[in-house]
Structures are given as structure tokens and as C-alpha cells.
């Protein structure tokens, strides 16, 4: 079967990714020999394959790469390699420490019930949405992301932690339990009363005092500072909201996506192939790394948002294409180097001073999410 090729010569893109990820797969197996207690690779850190263990927040992407690559080419092989990576994540279904339950379990459990309907996978994804509203705090209406760094936050709530509300729609779905809704809207809405400024960028890190619920700081902390906007955070924010309204139908969410989306496009420091800088303020531009990542969270909300959005549907339609066939063609690893990850020039933590630059596994999964995303509309399109 063959998915698209946006004019990539000789091979099909499909091709291109399996051979890659085989490639992967051995290099994991050796990464693995060296350290037992990795289980999944996150991304290069000085030119070598940095893996990690299931309490990263990383460790299930690769697992979802697995399961979608299982869903493009319908080969058994996928499958099985997809459930020996899922099933160390089930490990963390239980930390009440984090925020990132949803990266971790619902990329690769989440993925895996939707392809195996194993109904294991479905009792391990309930605890962790059940571990995820442990977090939430009435007061502050929001759910807390990070425990750490404490000398400077108290409540943190940062903008990435929309992405983890697929799990609990998914979770009331599954239950009725109207706990996880209400947790996810209530988050939703104080994260777009409070996350975003008047041109509808979003700071990266709100604190709150959790005894009165009042916004305390707003804050960076792996962007380039305090007022400036981080390419990843405003991708989370699109696709987050996106979701909100695929899983609510309030239009207030589809509004939000829309205002964000505007505030990206029209942004004169978006670059024309539309991969952002890591930060659309980052000092050096046009000198400053791409962030492959964002451009991939954005593609697979663009997809989305075109089949949300009457009217504009064509035009999300065609910027998700653009991003993706400029991904495809210029921002591909060479075959059979950088460990086996797809895409290049992901910028993890600029400010941190890792990944700069690099492949980053999140940067694919949100790739082949898109991919498939597109498949699913040219179907509806002949
Ligand atoms: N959730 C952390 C990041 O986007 O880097």
C-alpha cells in the first residue's frame, strides 16, 4: 500500500519510514543491551541514541510510532513490535507525581486498545486517567503539571498539559464517569482564561496559589523568556484546543484553535516552509533552530481543524499538506543514521541547552499521526 510520496524519487514514503524504523529497532535492541532499564528512545544527544526509562515523559512515543506504523501498513510485524514497547509503560499508571500520564499511557496504551481492543490495555489507561485527576485542584480549576522546581513555582500549570485531555475524554467515554470531563473542561477553560496574551499566544508556565486560585506568575521556562512565544507550547495549545472541541462540540474551543492558528500563520517570523524557530522570538532569526516538532503537532491539528471548520477547511487543508510535504522532503534523516528516528531539526530545550537541533521522538509520532490523518481525508476527498 502506498501512502503518499510528495514527490520523493524512487521510494515510496511508506517504504522510507519501515526501512528507517527496522533500522531503529536494531539500534534500541543494542541501546538496550547496554542499559536494561531503558525502554524507549527519546532522541540524539551528542550524536548518540539517548534512550530512557518509562518514567520519562517521552518513554510512549515510540510505542505509539509502533502502533500507527501498524495502522499504515496493516503488517502483523508492527503489531507485535508495538505491544513489546507498550508494555513497560504500564509502570507509570500509577505516579501521582506528574502530569504527563497522557503523553506516556494514551500514545502508546491508547493507541494500542484503539488497533488491539485488548480489553488489559483498557483497565491500564482508566487508572492512569483516575492517577491524572488526582492532580487536579478544585480551586485553581486546573489540573498541577510539574512537582519539580518548586523554588520558583508552586502550582505550575504549563500549556502542554492540554495534550493530556484526550485521555480523560477518552476515560468518561469509556465510563460515563462524569469526574473526567468536568476535570478536562474545567482545565480547559482556566487554561484559555489564563495561558493566553491579547494576539492569542500562550505563555508557557502559569503558577497559582493553590489556596485562592489566583495567577501568581506567568512565566517561561523552555522558551526565550517570559514574553516571548514557544514554538512547541503554541503547537500544544492548537492541537489541544482543536481536541477540546472534537470531544465537547462547544464552539468556544474551535474559536480558540482559530485565533491560535491566526496568530501562528500570520506571524512574520514563520518561516515560508512553515517550520517554526523554536521560539517565534528568538533572538537570532533567521540564524535561530527549527523545531520540527511543532511543525508536526500543528500539521496533524491543521488536519483536524479541516474538518472542523467549514469555510476554511480547504486552507487548513492545504497548510497541513505544505508542512508535511516540506517535513517529507527536506527535513528527513538519511537512511540508516541518527539511530533510526524520521525527522531532523527538532529543538527539545534550547534554553536548557539540549536537544538543539536534533531528532526527537515526539517530532515523529506527531508526523505519522498526520500522515495518517491525511490518508483518512484524501479517502473522504475520492
Ligand atoms: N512537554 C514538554 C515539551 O514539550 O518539551
Redesign the pocket.
Given at each position: 500500500m502506498c501512502l503518499v510520496t510528495f514527490g520523493i524519487k524512487g521510494q515510496s514514503l511508506n517504504k522510507k519510514i519501515t526501512r528507517q524504523l527496522k533500522y531503529s529497532l536494531s539500534e534500541v535492541a543494542k541501546a538496550k543491551l547496554r542499559n536494561p532499564k531503558v525502554v524507549s528512545p527519546r532522541s540524539m544527544r551528542d550524536d548518540t541514541l539517548f534512550m530512557v526509562p518509562s518514567k520519562d515523559?517521552t518513554s510512549g512515543f515510540y510505542a505509539g510510532n509502533l502502533w500507527y506504523t501498524y495502522e499504515l501498513t496493516n503488517d502483523e510485524f508492527w503489531k507485535q513490535k508495538a505491544i513489546e514497547f507498550t508494555a513497560p509503560i504500564e509502570n507509570e499508571k500509577n505516579d501521582k507525581t506528574t502530569h504527563?500520564l497522557g503523553?506516556k499511557l494514551y500514545c502508546s496504551f491508547g493507541n494500542g486498545y484503539r488497533l488491539s481492543s485488548n480489553p488489559a490495555y483498557r483497565e491500564i489507561l482508566l487508572q492512569s486517567a483516575r492517577t491524572l485527576c488526582t492532580r487536579y485542584n478544585p480551586i485553581v480549576g486546573s489540573m498541577r503539571s510539574w512537582d519539580h522546581s518548586t523554588d520558583k513555582w508552586a502550582f505550575p500549570v504549563?500549556i502542554?498539559n492540554m495534550?493530556n485531555l484526550d485521555l480523560l475524554f477518552w476515560a468518561f467515554k469509556q465510563t460515563q464517569d462524569s469526574l473526567f470531563y468536568n476535570v478536562a473542561i474545567n482545565h480547559a477553560n482556566t487554561t484559555m482564561k489564563n495561558h493566553f496574551r491579547e494576539d492569542y499566544s500562550s505563555y508557557h508556565v502559569i503558577d497559582y496559589d493553590a489556596k485562592t486560585g489566583k495567577v501568581t506568575k506567568k512565566n517561561t521556562h523552555?522558551g526565550y523568556s517570559h514574553e516571548s512565544a514557544w514554538a512547541?507550547?503554541q503547537a500544544?495549545a492548537l492541537y489541544g484546543f482543536s481536541m477540546c472541541y472534537r470531544e465537547t462540540g462547544n464552539k468556544v474551543y474551535l474559536k480558540q484553535a482559530e485565533k491560535i492558528a491566526e496568530f501562528l500563520l500570520n506571524h512574520p517570523n514563520l518561516p515560508k516552509d512553515l517550520i517554526p524557530y523554536w521560539d517565534f522570538n528568538a533572538p537570532n532569526i533567521p540564524n535561530a533552530p527549527r523545531d520540527v516538532?511543532a511543525a508536526t503537532i500543528m500539521a496533524s491539528a491543521f488536519y483536524e481543524m479541516s474538518i472542523q471548520v467549514s469555510g476554511k477547511n480547504i486552507y487548513y487543508r492545504e497548510i497541513a499538506d505544505r508542512i508535511i510535504a516540506n517535513v517529507s522532503n527536506n527535513y528527513m534523516c538519511k537512511p540508516k543514521t541518527n539511530g533510526g528516528f524520521l525527522l531532523n531539526n527538532s529543538t527539545?530545550?534550547l534554553p536548557g541547552k539540549h536537544e538543539i537541533n536534533v531528532p526527537i521522538v515526539?517530532a515523529d509520532y506527531y508526523y505519522l499521526e498526520a500522515l495518517l490523518r491525511k490518508r483518512i481525508l484524501d479517502k473522504i476527498k475520492n
Open positions: 515523559w504527563d503523553f504549563i502542554d495534550m523552555q512547541r507550547g500544544w516538532s527539545g530545550h515526539y
